[in-house]
């Protein structure tokens, strides 16, 4: 008897240190793919954009004040400090700033850093509501090869910042099922997006988290440890909108009417069309001919944890950013999150769908489209009187890569996901790697 429990547990150990090796093994992976993509090249982008030359001038003034006068609490913004955009991506550039020096890659680090980060914190949340690691690396990889992420990820702004705290709160979210103390995460993580991004898109995420777990962990919500635990986690960012406020130089009222500038006037009236607004920013080859498919998975399973988590995040976000006036490019960016969820569940079931099974008709002509646009602009390149052979080669490896996928689709060849995957990393590869 004590030798059989003695190899059962030397059994089960072992299952274990396996367990935490693959899991440790994929995080490392994830994460250095996306640290490859979000820092190479970073030092060429352009820094003649409005918004970004804004940000690192108030961060580049901020790392000049001496930490004992407090003033770099409340960055101003036209000599009036500015509750509507944040301090903290100011906070972390000018330490960034007191590090590294005024160097043109400076502003960008710290949005990069933490972009690369949301990857396997959106694998952490794969691997909390799926029932199989096939699912959270999907999700992982179809987050990580979505052009609009890598893109305000390595730019100077709050959008790829705001990004990794709404997965870190949702993370969190999951894991306070199980364990009333990640409630106080979660309360953090609604702080740092407050404080990035301003409390308009805090409660929005905030309200989102709130429906699913009415809906999957109604309990929770009548837990007096559960709130306790997400208000202390808060107080930090409730302390920093409550002081200014007391501060003499900032009203109520003026954080009313800038609130409701945002709302309900546009910054830019190409915005303004609803059609071209979300043709734009939903435009993310090839992952947009498999979400209606994912969406729809998610609906005939509702009753999982999974799909209650993507509808009430898909569903909630997009209604609300809808009814909003104001629609700047990065404020499509927290649904990329719950659209890659559905995207991984539905590879999986496409994975171990039955052999006599067929792939729909739309995905390999959808991909074929793709191709041939891709080829079209890749020849279109190469005229002799303007030749630009940095984009024609990003275009033909997106060409090859979907031209390889229809056909594999069309013969009802599995490897297309591979292909899909490993095709679209190194077409981003080449994108942040050109002088574009």
Known sequence: MNHQTFTWDRSGNKIRQTERWLEGLWISVLLLAALLLLLINLDSLSAQDGGKQI????????????????????????????????PLLHWLIAAVYQIGGNNPWIPRLPGALLTAFSVPL???????????????????????????????????????????????????????RRDLRWSFGIGIGLGLICLTKGLLLGLLIGTIALLFLGWDTPRLLTSVYWWGGLLLGITPATTWYVAGLLQPSL??????????????????????????????????????????????????????????????????????????????????????????????????????????????????????LMAIVASLLSVYLTRPEAVNWSLALIFASVALTMTISAVLVARRDLQFIVILFWGSYISLLLFVTSPY
């Not at 001496?66 to 500015?82: A, H």
């Not at 870190?168 to 979210?173: E, P, Q, S």
């Not at 995207?343 to 994975?351: D, I, M, N, Y």
Request: hydrophobic share 50%; charged share 10%; proline share 7%.
């Open 55 to 86: 940000v690192a001038q108030i961060a580049e003034e901020a790392s000049r004040i001496p930490v004992e006068s407090w003033q770099w609490l409340y960055p101003t913004t036209n000599g009036k400090p500015d509750l509507v955009q944040p």
């Open 122 to 176: 959106l694998y952490g949340i794969g691997r909390e509501i799926f029932p199989s690691r096939q699912t959270a690396i999907f999700s992982s990889l179809i987050y990580l090869t979505l052009l609009p992420v890598i893109h305000h990820g390595r730019l100077a702004l709050a959008d790829g910042t705001a990004l990794c705290f709404i997965i870190l709160m949702m993370w969190c979210v999951l894991r306070s």
């Open 251 to 368: 009203l109520p009222k003026d954080i009313f009417n800038q609130t409701q500038g945002l709302l309900w006037t546009s910054f830019d009236k190409s915005h303004m069309s609803f059609s071209w607004y979300y043709l734009m920013e939903i435009f993310t080859i090839p992952w947009i001919l498999f979400w209606p498919y994912g969406l729809r998975l998610a609906w005939n399973n509702r009753n999982w944890g999974w799909a209650k988590l993507v509808l009430v995040w898909t569903g909630f976000y997009l209604g609300a950013i809808t009814v909003m006036v104001t629609k700047l490019p990065g404020d499509f960016l927290p649904i990329y999150p719950a659209l890659a969820l559905a995207g991984g569940a539905l590879l999986t079931e496409v994975w171990n769908w039955p052999t006599h099974k067929t792939f729909p008709r739309f995905w390999s002509i959808g991909l074929s």
